[in-house]
C-alpha cells in the first residue's frame, strides 16, 4: 500500500496526511535549485512538470514542433499536455541525483511534479512505501546517480 506525503522542509519524511507518496526534492537548473514536491505515480508513464511550478520558479520551456497528446488512466486526451517540455534538469534527493526533461501540464497545485513507473523502475527506492525515511541506496544507484556522475550543467 501506498504511504504517505511528506513535507516540503523534511526531505523524505512523511506525515498522515494524505496516502500519496510525494516527496520533497531540490530541482536544480544552471545556478537555480529549488524545492519541489514529487509524486511518484506508478499509473504514469512519462515525466510532468506542473505548468504553475513553470511559472512560478521561471523555467523556460520548447515548444514541440509536433505537439503530443498524452491520455489519462481512463484513456481520455489530456488538455494542454504535450504542447512543451523542459531542457535537461537535474532533480536531487540529498546525495542521489536524476537528469530529467519533464512536459508541462497543468495539474493540481499541491505537486510540482510526477515521476512515472519507469523512473522508479530505474531508480528503486527503499521506505516509499513502508517507512518514514526514502532512501535511493541501491548498488545501481549509489554508483551512477551521484553528482559527480550526473555531470556539470
Not at 13 to 30: A, G, V, Y
Not at 33 to 43: I, R
Amino acid at each position: 500500500m501506498l504511504t504517505h506525503q511528506s513535507h516540503l522542509g523534511a526531505p523524505g519524511k512523511k506525515s498522515k496526511k494524505n496516502d500519496r507518496p510525494i516527496i520533497s526534492m531540490m530541482l536544480r537548473w544552471n545556478e537555480s535549485q529549488h524545492p519541489v514536491k514529487v509524486l511518484l505515480d506508478t499509473g504514469c508513464s512519462v515525466t510532468l512538470i506542473n505548468q504553475q511550478t513553470i511559472e512560478r520558479l521561471g523555467i523556460r520551456t520548447k515548444t514541440h514542433k509536433n505537439p503530443r497528446t498524452i491520455e489519462n488512466f481512463t484513456g481520455e486526451v489530456v488538455g494542454g499536455v504535450g504542447q512543451s517540455y523542459t531542457r535537461i534538469m537535474r532533480l536531487q534527493h540529498r546525495k542521489h541525483f536524476s537528469e530529467e526533461t519533464f512536459k508541462v501540464t497543468p495539474m493540481e497545485a499541491a505537486i510540482d511534479i510526477f515521476l512515472p513507473f519507469s523512473w522508479i523502475e530505474q531508480h528503486p527506492l527503499q521506505g516509499a512505501w513502508t517507512n518514514e525515511e526514502v532512501r535511493f541506496n541501491s548498488a545501481e544507484c549509489m554508483r551512477r546517480c551521484t553528482r559527480h556522475e550526473t555531470g556539470p550543467f
